[in-house]
């Protein structure tokens, strides 16, 4: 944009007719198009013509007709002035006017034209041709530098000096490449870079700042009456060098603290009126236009806020009679105030009293200048430090209130702002709730100053309350025609909406409309005893204020009428004031009142098509802000956003309306969760998009997605909905398992199926309702919803206590039956393309979940089989037994991490019996609940997050806590998240391959994920991790089982017999599992077998072992690094890595010189390695070339 | 802060630019932003009809970093932000710290054959955007003469130049009245005597 720009204004300015009618003549002849220079007689350089014309093929249309029209006018004006026409063509800057002019002819030409400054004709032709045309360049090289400076001394013509400052300023601006030069245009190159290779002329911009620097210092310092105006400018070129140079800033400051000890004092007291006319006498015009110069320059000077002088001389700079210097005066103290609102309230002193320099500026015509004093006089009114002085602080607010009739608007909105109590975006709640308490009971009393005879504002002389001026005030601002002022107001009302519902939340209801609007809130007067007791002491009461206010008008009526104004600004055309205005709608909407109207706008706003995406989801981001305003508001605004996500489902960012959905959730509070939930699910009750047939009818209820693209988008929406579902759904109904009371046993009593549904809804209908959606959507959604709400399920599952996990298990089992029986009948035949095609297309993805839960079961039923017998014979557990327990415990746990995220230290996957007994064995080892080392979670930190914040989850009120917590409950899923992923992008769709591949992935994308970020050290970290994790007595349990999984999932069913005593044994595996295990060549067929005969026999206990834990990849990553010798038992090929090799696809795996590698086959001059410990990449096995591998004997 | 004025022709080519406090790589975006704005709405508009905008800026990770304990959470939602495949990092950070928004106005008009457009933050809000566009215009007009077209602001490029300068000083409003501001470009005092 920037080249194409440029071409444009390059053209457009080198085919200038210059108003000189020298230079128009000679660049007009150069310029001409060849029509033009044939039937021109004047027309004298044919060379030049045929540079025009390849330049003008680049040229618009538009742009040639122009230059054939200028053409003509300035030959016309060159055939009047042949004189002229032939001095200048004899001159020698005759060459520079060649077109195109480079930045290279203009900079020559500046060198030449610097050195005959002299001489009329060249700075005319400076002024009109070289420096405007040079203007168009982003920035200029430092080699002009000596130039511009030879030409700052020697020249005498205004113009040409005031260009020189100009070019002067942006050098010391140039801040080079990091381009922060404010100006743009076409871009220049680094010119410190270009100078480096000398191309230049080798000058740099560190050779010449500290020339200009000092040029421009004895200029500004020079007080030579005639030169004052130069020197105004010189100082102002100082300010540009940018603010890191603190020897150029001590100087500055030196020069402008210089001038104002000289020209600061203005003892004699001067009214206004006098000054501002024109004929004051020279000496005190030139005083007063260096103090402008001088405060203009310390405005742009960094605050200096301990320093007394500083103070001082912004202090007397409001008494200057120069407009824009008190201006800057008020900005300085305005900021200073923020730092140290007493020093400056000292400082001012009598300025502020009646009469005061403070209170001219009420009257000074300069807008921003007003605008500073309502900051300043809020700051200070408002101030802490400054409780001890209400005399001080009763008069800025005085000044304050007075500036609500301000004629300007920007002056009022800005004073109803800061009584509103907002400065920036972060105040504290109570300092919005004592803002509108002030706007609300406070009254505008006018001083009764005899000086004030000829102010406007007189006109209403007795005291009014504020929210009286305010609310007129807004309503004759809503009938603007001009938009700036309409979007200020909409503004002005979503702020006050804000303060009034922090007076709200502080419980202020009773100082609101309830006071003395009757028709509205009229309970709250009975609380307002107690309420009064617990107000903020920010709020500061004004005595008797609510009696002296007794208008007639209420609160409630004036902001009822204020609100009907400002609905019908919906109508206005531009979408920004009207999305402003709704934000003020959505404010000012009150929990108590119907959002009918709110709803029906909102909804009629977006089938307008205008409305950009950024815009919509601002709106949004203001639904969540103010629900965090309001939490009462939940379900309201769930409602609306649900019009969002229906309306224009393409528009919306699926993340923003989630966070909606998590924060009203969570913040709903214990009764309001399950109506939040049910808000949020309603998205999946809405019919499907209809065929576009009800243009211009607007209804709620419909989804209107008529485009494939928010076809698509709506989709996304559902699922999302589906997810936050499954996700949220046991936080709402606050069941979770490890707080469930119902031991397991009973559960298993209820296997009836519809018993279990009637138990289930009777104990909790949220959950069981959560249920049913999500049973219907794994049934009936798109391909893509039904995959999640399996997964979905399967968290909720494992959340919940019984009776719920059993019933969302028996559903799991009927959903995987029909895609289970097809893939065993093809299980080798498959090619992935069928999958879909029988029974719900789930049997894939679902195998995996049903596992888990079967793992559970059977260990829950060997658990309760074990104490039982332990009970009979009245036998002591042993440590050995407690640890097998343990080990099981800990397996599981690993194990339900993988589907998602549950708090280790909680969980109990044996059921609620095993806990005694767990507990046991950990306090008799040591071993801290929390720390589960295995963990993803926990060794890649973000546990931290989460565990912080665990306590709090439950009964916390801090909503952020909550929200984290929310989102960390989320975190647990993300293989799942990727698991999808990869499934949809096709990586599980081989039949055989897909459980290794579903389970073993996670893990690995887990680690790719973090090789992926720029935490490569955590990463290495993490894996140190691990390793010494596994070493360390605590976890050997986690160690063992996971080498048994590992030998299961790799084959190496010797490993059983060769190891009894710690897990066969323990186990008594049945031979017919054992058997199962050696026979079946590949964990795959291990899972086959398990699910075989349905519906599961809880009961047996063979099973256990069966079905090997998919922790395989993960847990194998500890297990290697210790147990080398039993590895042997397998007798597996070793191998020494000879070179690094980097992988160049999936399959393969990178390499270290060196590294150790355990071979598994070859295949096509190809090894697949595994190697001891995850690699960078956290791949611990794949492809390598066969050469880059020393094979090594298979014995160690 | 003014963050920019720029000035374009009606085929949206950008004559004048000036950028305070915006960086390099976020100079495009508004470019763009802008004109595209200009494109979609300045269509049929009277001269010197002023058209109001505004956008959301979520603070980024620059903004937020500003200590150690904030970077650490920084950190960590950035961890979340991986973990939910969100690569949009500054605007998750943005949006689950919690953070200000903060608001940044336009204001842009029609003056003759050039769109020109004000981009403010903080004091300079929409109203005072008005002020400072209403300033420019004034001052242009004043330099060309009358309504400038393409030709004429070319023409009275370098002054116009000068006299942005005088109107805007290193993001803030300087100068307002349009004599001064023709004096100032000439070299002149402030206040003539």
Same mark, same amino acid.
């Given at each position: ?57 680049? *040229? ?47 900079? +020559? ?121 130069? +020197? ?18 001590? *100087? ?17 007291? +001067? ?17 007063? $236009? ?176 504020? @929210? ?71 709020? %500061? ?34 979408? #920004? ?61 769930? =409602? ?41 699910? @309603? ?121 719920? %996990? ?50 559970? #079961? ?16 009245? *036998? ?45 064995? +950990? ?18 930190? @973000?546990?931290?997050?989460?565990? =912080? ?8 009120? !801090? ?18 998240? $990727? ?21 073993? %992935? ?58 009894? !005593? ?76 000879? #070179? ?38 956290? *791949? ?17 | ?62 903004? /937020? ?50 769109? /020109? ?77």
């Amino acid at each position: 944009m920037a080249d194409s720009s440029g071409t444009t204004l390059m053209d457009l300015i080198t085919a200038d007719p210059a108003p000189v009618p020298a230079a128009a003549s000679s660049s007009s002849s150069s310029s001409a198009s060849s029509m033009t220079a044939a039937a021109s007689p004047s027309a004298t350089h044919p060379q030049h013509v045929s540079t025009k014309t390849t330049l003008g093929e680049k *040229k618009s249309k538009r742009a040639a007709l122009m230059q054939i029209q200028n053409d003509t006018i300035s030959v016309a004006k060159a055939a009047l002035n042949p004189v002229r026409t032939n001095i200048i063509s004899h001159q020698k800057q005759k060459q520079k006017q060649k077109k195109p002019v480079s930045y290279a002819q203009l900079a +020559r030409s500046i060198h030449e034209l610097a050195a005959t400054s002299d001489q009329k004709s060249s700075q005319k032709q400076l002024v009109h041709h070289v420096f405007p045309k040079l203007a168009v360049y982003n920035s200029v090289d430092p080699s002009l530098a000596p130039s511009l400076l030879m030409l700052d001394q020697q020249c005498e013509d205004r113009m040409v000096l005031r260009y020189v400052y100009y070019y002067l300023a942006r050098i010391l601006a140039d801040t080079g490449s990091q381009g922060l030069n404010p100006g743009g245009g076409i871009p220049t190159p680094n010119w410190d870079a270009l100078a480096d290779i000398d191309a230049v002329g080798g000058v740099t911009r560190a050779d010449v700042v500290p020339r200009i620097v000092n040029q421009l210092t004895t200029e500004a310092t020079n007080t030579d009456v005639e030169f004052h105006a130069r +020197r105004l400018q010189a100082l102002k070129a100082l300010t540009y060098s940018p603010s890191s140079n603190i020897e150029i800033l001590s *100087k500055l400051y030196e020069i402008v603290f210089g001038i104002l000890d000289k020209v600061g004092d203005v003892p004699q007291k +001067r009214k206004k009126g006098i000054f501002g006319a024109k004929g004051g006498d020279k000496e005190s015009i030139i005083r007063s $236009n260096l103090q402008y110069g001088a405060l203009s320059a310390l405005r742009r000077l960094p605050l200096d806020p301990g320093n007394p002088s500083f103070l001082h001389h912004a202090v007397q700079g409001i008494s200057f009679p120069d407009p824009v210097a008190v201006r800057h005066s008020l900005e300085i103290i305005s900021d200073l105030a923020i730092r140290d609102p007493y020093a400056v309230a000292m400082a001012l002193g009598k300025l502020v009293a009646p009469g005061g320099a403070l209170l001219d500026v009420l009257h000074l015509h300069d807008v921003l200048a007003r605008v500073s004093l309502a900051r300043l006089c809020h700051t200070i009114s408002t101030a802490r430090s400054l409780d001890e002085r209400p005399d001080i602080k009763s008069q800025f607010n005085s000044v304050l209130y007075q500036l609500l009739l301000d004629p300007s608007e920007r002056v009022c909105f800005e004073a109803i702002l800061c009584i509103l109590g907002k400065h920036d975006n972060t105040e504290k709640t109570e300092e919005r709730a004592a803002g509108w308490y002030r706007l609300t009971r406070e009254i505008l009393k006018l001083p009764e100053a005899p000086s004030n005879s000829k102010d406007k504002s007189q006109k209403t002389r007795r005291p009014q309350p504020l @929210i009286k001026l305010v609310m007129r005030r807004l309503e004759s601002s809503f009938r603007s025609f001009s938009r700036p002022v309409l979007h200020a107001a909409a503004r002005i009302v979503q702020e006050m909406g804000r303060s009034r519902a922090a007076a709200h939340a502080l419980g202020l209801q009773d100082l609101d409309e309830g006071a003395y609007g009757n028709q509205y809130d009229a309970v709250d007067s009975l609380d307002s005893d107690m309420n009064d007791s617990s107000h903020p002491e920010g709020i %500061r009461r004004t005595t008797g204020v609510s009696n002296a206010a007794g208008g007639k008008d209420t609160i409630a009526g004036m902001l009822a009428s204020l609100m009907e104004v400002v609905r019908t600004t919906v109508a206005c055309e531009c979408v #920004y004031v009207r999305a402003m205005v709704i934000k003020g709608l959505i404010w000012m909407q009150s929990p108590h009142e119907s959002f009918d109207e709110l709803k029906s706008i909102i909804a009629s706003e977006l089938s307008d098509p205008a409305w950009p995406a950024t815009l919509l989801n601002d709106v949004l981001l203001t639904l969540h802000a103010r629900f965090k305003a309001t939490p009462d508001m939940a379900v309201t605004l769930l =409602e609306l956003a649900r019009i969002f996500a229906t309306k224009v489902p393409g528009k919306i960012d699926a993340d923003v309306l989630q966070l909606l959905w998590k924060t009203c959730l969570v913040g709903a509070g214990p009764d309001g969760k399950h109506t939040a939930l049910e808000a949020v699910t @309603i998205v999946l009750d809405l019919p499907p998009p209809q065929p576009e047939s009800m243009s211009g009818f607007t209804s709620v209820d419909r989804v209107s997605a008529s485009d494939p693209k928010s076809a698509l988008a709506l989709q996304r929406l559902v699922q999302a909905a589906v997810w936050f579902l499954g996700e949220n759904a046991n936080y709402a109904a606050s069941e979770y398992a490890w707080e469930s009371a119902t031991p397991p046993g009973t559960a298993l009593m209820m296997l009836d199926a519809d018993k279990m549904v009637a138990a289930a809804s009777s104990r909790n209908p949220t959950l069981a309702g959560a249920l049913t959606r999500l049973q219907r959507c794994a049934f009936s959604g798109s391909w893509e919803v039904r995959i999640i709400a399996a997964q979905a399920l399967t968290t909720v599952a494992i959340r919940s206590g019984e009776p719920f %996990r059993l019933q969302i298990y028996e559903f799991l089992h009927a959903l995987a039956q029909g895609g289970v029986q097809s893939q065993l009948s093809e299980m080798h035949l498959s090619n992935g393309e069928d999958q879909g095609a029988s029974g719900t297309g789930l049997g894939v993805l679902i195998t995996p979940m049903i596992k888990v839960l079967d793992e559970m #079961y059977t260990a829950q039923d060997d658990l309760s089989k074990e104490i039982r017998n332990h009970d009979n014979a009245n *036998k002591e557990w042993k440590d050995e037994e407690l640890k097998k327990l343990y080990e099981t415990h800990e397996r599981l746990l690993d194990l339900v991490s993988l589907f998602c995220y549950v708090p280790r230290a909680k969980y109990l996957p044996l059921g609620p019996i095993s806990a005694k007994l767990i507990d046991i064995y +950990r306090t008799r080892h040591n071993i801290s609940a929390s720390t589960g080392l295995s963990d993803p979670a926990v060794s890649t930190g @973000i546990s931290d997050l989460v565990y =912080e914040s665990k306590p709090a989850a439950a009964e916390s009120d !801090t909503l952020d806590d909550d929200l984290v917590n929310v989102w960390a409950a989320n975190l647990g899923d993300v293989p799942a998240v $990727n698991r999808v992923n990869e499934f949809l992008a096709g990586a599980g769709t081989d039949a055989p391959d897909v459980d290794e591949n579903i389970i073993s %992935r996670p893990s690995v994308s887990y680690d790719d994920m973090w090789a992926k970020t720029l935490l490569e050290s955590t990463e290495m970290e993490e894996d140190d991790v691990r390793s010494s994790g596994s070493s360390s007595p605590e976890s050997t349990g986690s160690v063992e089982t996971s080498i048994s999984s590992h030998f299961g999932g790799m084959n190496y069913p010797s490993l059983f017999s060769s190891r009894p !005593t710690t897990y066969g044994g323990a186990s008594q595996p049945s031979e017919r599992s054992g058997g199962s295990r050696v026979n079946n060549p590949s964990m795959y067929e291990g899972y086959g077998s398990s699910i075989r005969e349905e519906p599961p026999p809880y009961t047996s206990p063979e099973r256990y072992d069966s079905f090997e834990n998919p922790l395989a990849g993960h847990g194998s990553h500890s297990f290697q690094s210790q147990d080398d010798d039993r590895v042997s038992s397998g007798n597996p090929q070793f191998g020494t890595a000879l #070179y690094d090799f980097t992988a160049g696809g999936d399959d393969e795996l990178s390499l270290t010189t060196g590294e150790e590698v355990e071979i598994e086959y070859e295949v096509d001059g190809w090894f697949y390695v595994k190697k001891k410990r995850p690699g960078r990449d956290g *791949k611990m096995a794949g492809l390598v070339p066969v050469l880059y591998v020393s094979q090594s004997s298979g014995s160690t | 802060m003014i963050l920019a004025v720029l000035f374009a022709n009606s085929e949206g080519n950008i004559l004048v630019e000036r950028f305070n406090g915006v960086p390099a790589e976020e100079r495009l975006h508004w470019r763009s932003f802008l004109v595209k704005l200009g494109a979609e709405n300045l269509k049929g508009v009277k001269n010197e009809e002023l058209l109001v905008a505004s956008h959301k800026t979520k603070s980024g990770v620059n903004d /937020v970093c500003y200590n150690q304990k904030a970077l650490l959470n920084c950190m960590k939602h950035l961890h979340l932000a991986l973990a939910q495949n969100c690569y949009d990092f500054r605007s998750f950070i943005g949006l689950h710290q919690n953070l200000p928004t903060r608001s940044v106005y336009i204001v842009y008009t029609v003056l003759g054959d050039v769109s /020109v457009y004000v981009v403010g933050k903080d004091e300079y809000d929409e109203l005072a955007l008005a002020e400072v566009i209403f300033v420019i215009t004034s001052a242009v007009k004043d330099v060309c003469g009358k309504l400038p077209t393409e030709r004429l602001f070319l023409d009275k490029y370098g002054r116009i130049c000068l006299t942005l300068d005088e109107i805007i000083w290193t993001g803030y409003l300087e100068s307002t009245d349009k004599d001064r501001i023709r004096r100032l470009v000439r070299l002149k005092p402030p206040t003539e005597f």
